[in-house]
């Protein structure tokens, strides 16, 4: 059995592969972004980045201080078993005991957030925040209010809602 093919047909496969590799090779280079900005994002916190794979919430706890990041797939779900790290992204960052507006900044760089929990510890159940932390918790209404499709809290348990709202 003999194959032919025409030089439109190869044109086209060429121009599919090549989109397909085009379209890889942007993956690959939104995630080294994102891996700079959570670079960035070590420099300004006391303890650094812990990096979560798989996009769940980390089941710990303690008195850590700094900043974690959740990684899930966000691709093809055909894609999925493969486990390609092109398409692994930071879907939600915990910040813990740190009071850097900075860091708040820095956020706007992730496209991919879902959710954004702080916990400073220093706010009590009965929603007074220390003036140190003011111009902190205002940073953090300005985010929520400039990214309403992102959930950003401040407990991970009574949360005092009339700190940020």
């Excluded at 047909?9 to 090779?25: D, H, K, N, P, R």
């Excluded at 942007?26 to 420099?43: G, P, Q, T």
């Excluded at 201080?65 to 990684?71: I, Q």
């Excluded at 390609?84 to 760089?109: C, G, S, T, W």
């Amino acid at each position: 059995m003999k194959i032919q093919y025409t030089v439109r047909s190869t044109l086209l496969a060429t121009a599919l592969v090549a989109g397909a590799c085009g379209w890889y090779s942007w993956n690959v280079a939104e995630r080294r972004n994102e891996f700079a900005a959570l670079d960035d994002l070590e420099r300004l916190t006391k303890n650094g980045v812990v990096i979560a794979d798989g996009g769940h919430p980390y089941d710990g706890c303690g008195t850590w201080s700094g900043a974690m990041a959740h990684l899930d797939f966000r691709g093809p779900s055909f894609f999925r078993n493969l486990n390609l790290d092109a398409f692994k992204r930071v879907v939600r960052i915990e910040v813990q005991y740190e009071q850097n507006p900075e860091i708040i900044a820095m956020l706007r760089r992730f496209e991919h957030l879902d959710e954004v929990f702080f916990n400073n510890g220093s706010i009590d159940p009965n929603n007074v925040v220390p003036p140190e932390e003011l111009g902190y918790v205002s940073a953090v209404r300005q985010f929520r209010s400039s990214h309403p499709k992102i959930d950003v809290r401040f407990w991970d348990y009574d949360e005092p809602e009339n700190i940020l709202d």
